[in-house]
């Protein structure tokens, strides 16, 4: 009950967010709300209706995908368009694709040559 309103409380002092949006199948679409609103567009919404203009798309869950290219710029694609018509600037957006599980473009530069090579 209290995480909503510590967010809020949260993103109104923020210059910055990260968004993480799962890239695994089935998932992102669902984030998206493919027959409506997904969470991934609330929060996207939520996150500049409270004036943060810059924004850290973390495309997680890249493992699930065998670090396809194609899916993160599937992900970039879709998305993008989205935050593009909630107001954010593409030069204020940052992507990032990552694996939290394993550790892979999270802390350090991706190890994985699946990842790395592109």
Not at 37 to 45: A, F, P, R
Not at 80 to 88: A, E, H, V
């Amino acid at each position: 009950k209290d995480f909503v309103p510590n967010m809020i409380s949260g993103v109104t002092q923020a210059d910055a967010a990260v968004l993480v949006v799962d890239a695994s199948l089935g998932s992102f679409e669902s984030g998206m709300g493919v027959n409506g609103v997904g969470q991934t567009k609330e929060h996207s919404q939520l996150i500049r209706s409270f004036g943060v203009e810059n924004l850290i798309v973390a495309v997680n869950k890249m493992d699930s995908v065998e670090y396809s290219a194609e899916r993160f710029n599937y992900v970039k694609s879709q998305l993008g368009i989205f935050l593009r018509s909630c107001g954010y600037k593409e030069s204020a957006i940052t992507w990032v694709p990552l694996s939290a599980m394993e550790n892979e473009n999270l802390v350090t530069a991706a190890s994985d040559t699946r990842l790395s090579s592109w």
